[in-house]
T-cell receptor, first 112, second 114 residues
Framework: TQLLEQSPQFLSIQEGENLTVYCNSS?????LQWYRQEPGEGPVLLVT?????EVKKLKRLTFQFGDARKDSSLHITAAQPGDTGLYLC????????????FGKGITLSVRP | AAGVIQSPRHLIKEKRETATLKCYPI?????VYWYQQGPGQDPQFLIS???????DKGSIPDRFSAQQFSDYHSELNMSSLELGDSALYFC?????????????FGPGTRLLVL
């Protein structure tokens, strides 16, 4: 069974601070996706990373896929209250139509 | 841009009743996935369909069944509902040849079993 561990589980910071959160696994994934989910809503895709060492930027968010494709990090610069939410990472395996394995998520709260 | 559509958004049922959840994928997406998310839990994969055929199966109870139709929409049928089936049910879709693992989620159906 492939497991994804996300850390920290909860994070509360002040507006304007920077933060980095992690998604780690002992297994190799062919791709890793980060989603943000609001309560009662569906996960919204932020990014997909597929190449080891890949770095992708989405405005103030920077995503990195580990060289061995077992882990990923999400760095947020100058966090805003609008960044508050649940951040889920999900790993996909090779093969057509592969299911996603999700981590437990990171609950981020950004205080004004 | 068009997104995944799910209906109904909310559903209340009694124990032992049946429920049908519908999912309409993003246009031209040929693969549909169903996930169940309990309170405070991460989404758990149930089942997926590619080109109207079941492609993968996860932790879906035998009381549940699903299918994908010729227009690529999918339905999840749930029978003999139990209290523990109360959860958010998400459908996701993906496009052919687009990095198959990239899945786009719908807004979900919140099922409450009383």
């Amino acid at each position: 069974t492939q497991l994804l561990e996300q850390s920290p589980q909860f994070l509360s910071i002040q507006e304007g601070e920077n933060l980095t959160v992690y998604c780690n696994s002992s297994s190799v994934f062919s791709s890793l996706q980060w989603y943000r989910q609001e309560p009662g809503e569906g996960p919204v895709l932020l990014v997909t990373v597929v190449t080891g060492g890949e770095v992708k930027k989405l405005k103030r968010l920077t995503f990195q896929f580990g060289d061995a494709r077992k882990d990923s990090s999400l760095h947020i610069t100058a966090a805003q209250p609008g960044d508050t939410g649940l951040y889920l990472c999900a790993g996909g395996t090779t093969g057509a139509n592969s299911k996603l394995t999700f981590g437990k998520g990171i609950t981020l709260s950004v205080r004004p | 841009a068009a997104g995944v559509i799910q209906s109904p958004r909310h559903l209340i049922k009694e124990k032992r009743e049946t429920a049908t959840l519908k999912c309409y994928p993003i246009p031209r997406h040929d693969t549909v996935y169903w996930y169940q998310q309990g309170p405070g839990q991460d989404p758990q994969f149930l089942i997926s369909f590619y080109e109207k055929m079941q492609s993968d199966k996860g932790s879906i109870p035998d009381r549940f069944s699903a299918q994908q139709f010729s227009d690529y929409h999918s339905e999840l049928n749930m029978s003999s509902l139990e209290l523990g089936d109360s959860a958010l049910y998400f459908c996701a879709s993906s496009a052919p040849g687009q990095g198959q693992e990239t899945q786009y989620f719908g807004p979900g159906t919140r099922l409450l079993v009383l």
